[in-house]
Every structure is written in structure tokens, then in C-alpha cells.
């Protein structure tokens, strides 16, 4: 009975992290699709950073990876990047706004398919880490 009790605990506390990174995919989305409607500049200023510190860390993520959206992820980055921001016409930040909101869709189901977190690390049976490729 200790085993099964054991076993539920290690499998919830391996799904909270895949739980909280889709839910902080999803808050991206939203601020994302929300950014297509007019709003005043903090907004779109938040959006930059809200959106490049997300980016950063599912890049960081993927990296040891063989996934392709790390790239698109480092994109993502260093066009919404707030410190040497990137001046573009409205008309291609929603281009990019609706874009990089489909980009973090795709990471959130993802991630929701498998019930981990992207990039996230399998336990191999002698103990030694493992990427998940996906």
C-alpha cells in the first residue's frame, strides 16, 4: 500500500512542472492574441517581455533536444527582444503576434499530448537522465 501511495506522489510531482508550463504557454497565447486589438504602449511593452523570457525558456529547454522549434523559439526572441528592440509596422507585429501566439499553441499541446513539459527529462532505468526527443 506505501508503494502505491509513493508511486501517486512521484507521478503528481512529475506532472506539476508539465502542468505549470503549459499553463504559462497558454498566458502567453492570451497576452499574445490580446495584442492584436489596439492597446496603449505598456501593454505592447509587456508583451515584448512576457514573450521573449518565454521564449528563452522553452528554448533552454529544447536545446539539448533534436526539435526543430528551437529555432523558431530563438526567433521568437530576438524579434519581440525588449533591450535592442526590433521596430516593425503594426500591420507585422500582429503578423507576428498571431504567428508566435500559433508557435506557443503548438509547444502547449505539445506538451499536453505527452503530459510532460517540453524538453523534459525521462529517468533511464540505471539512473541516468535522458532527453525526450520529440
Excluded at 97 to 104: E, N, Q, R, S
Amino acid at each position: 500500500m506505501m508503494t502505491n501511495e509513493t508511486d501517486s506522489q512521484s507521478i503528481r510531482s512529475i506532472s506539476r512542472p508539465a502542468k505549470d508550463a503549459q499553463v504559462a504557454q497558454w498566458l502567453v497565447v492570451a497576452v499574445l492574441l490580446v495584442a492584436l486589438f489596439p492597446m496603449q504602449y505598456g501593454y505592447y511593452t509587456f508583451v515584448r517581455w512576457a514573450t521573449t523570457l518565454a521564449a528563452i525558456w522553452i528554448t533552454l529547454r529544447l536545446w539539448p533536444t533534436n526539435s526543430r522549434l528551437k529555432f523558431a523559439f530563438v526567433a521568437v526572441a530576438i524579434a519581440f527582444n525588449p533591450i535592442a528592440p526590433l521596430y516593425f509596422s503594426r500591420a507585422t507585429w500582429r503578423f507576428l503576434d498571431a504567428g508566435t501566439a500559433i508557435l506557443f499553441a503548438i509547444a502547449a499541446i505539445r506538451s499536453s499530448r505527452t503530459g510532460r513539459e517540453i524538453g523534459a527529462v525521462n529517468e533511464a532505468e540505471d539512473g541516468e537522465a535522458v532527453r525526450v526527443k520529440r
